[in-house]
């Protein structure tokens, strides 16, 4: 008796034979899947689409997000109460033309959002953004750190 059910191996018997050849992939058949699904709910799928890298240096937060093919009139970048930084956007379908036959649409369509809640060092009045060969680079400042103030004390005796 199989420890994975059949619907995900195949025809595999012991996912814990460690001298078989076969390697369950866990995601075999996703994207048949995605491409079975109705059109509104392959759009929604591009919401976890926008990859996007965060990284924080001495000066600031850096957010990095690829989005290939999207001007910056298409992109909106928001600061919202509470230090949330929100980056959204869209990326329009193709328009389909009578006389032409496509053959595979792999490129994902449709909204996208992704909401990032910032430290209390942000200075959110002071984020900027830019765009450049479809890489925004959100920059969110930091507040300097305030070091205790450190007083020595003479010893009497």
Known sequence: MSIIPSFFTGSRSNVFDPFSSEIWDPFQGLSSFISNLPE??????????????????????????????????????????????????????????????????????????RRFRLPENAKMEEVKAAMENGVLTVTVPKAEEKKPAVKAIDISG
Not at 57 to 70: I, N, S, W
Not at 82 to 90: K, N
Not at 98 to 113: A, D, I, Q, T
Request: aromatic share 6%.
């Open 40 to 113: 509104s709910s392959r759009e929604t799928a591009s919401i976890a689409n926008a990859r996007i890298d965060w990284k924080e240096t001495p000066e600031a937060h850096v957010f990095k997000a690829d989005l290939p093919g999207l001007k910056k009139e298409e992109v909106k970048v928001e600061v919202e109460e509470g230090r949330v930084l929100q980056i959204s956007g869209e990326r329009s379908r193709e328009n389909e033309e009578k006389n032409e036959k496509w053959h595979r649409v792999e490129r994902s369509s449709g909204k996208f959002l």
